[in-house]
């Protein structure tokens, strides 16, 4: 069994910051890649932001240079720093981790709300 546990999310106006936070435990010591996707209202889920074991992100182009994802030094917690953030951006985030065994694996979070309006 594997959970991820989100914190982090909230109210903030236009132009700020938040910082979402993941941490994975269970069975598997160690995911290859722990990322972030979101979801709006009448909107089909996408990716945020993903980073690999060795490091390695990936962001979404309407996130490139606002956010910015790290993973811990605990090797199963994955953090987003939002930054200049807009109305667009709100949305319900969600933490994932995927490991591969042979075929790939994905673990879910529950989701954090992020809203940004003034």
């Known amino acids: 069994q594997v959970q991820l546990v989100e914190s982090g999310g909230g109210l903030v106006q236009p132009g700020g910051s938040l910082r979402l936070s993941c941490a994975a435990s269970?069975?598997?010591?160690?995911?290859?890649?722990m990322g972030w996707y979101r979801q709006a209202p009448g909107k089909e889920r996408e990716l945020v932001a993903e980073?690999?074991?060795?490091?390695?992100?990936n962001y979404a182009d309407s996130v490139k240079g606002r956010f910015t994802i790290s993973r811990g030094n605990a090797k199963n917690t994955v953090y987003l720093q939002m930054n200049s953030l807009k109305p667009e951006d709100t949305a319900v985030y969600y933490c994932?981790?995927?490991?591969?065994?042979?075929?790939?694996?994905?673990?879910w979070g529950q989701g954090t709300q992020v809203t940004v309006s003034s």
């Open positions: 994932y981790a995927a490991v591969l065994r042979g075929t790939w694996t994905n673990y």
């Open positions: 980073i690999s074991s060795l490091g390695t992100p």
């Open positions: 269970g069975s598997i010591s160690s995911f290859n890649v």
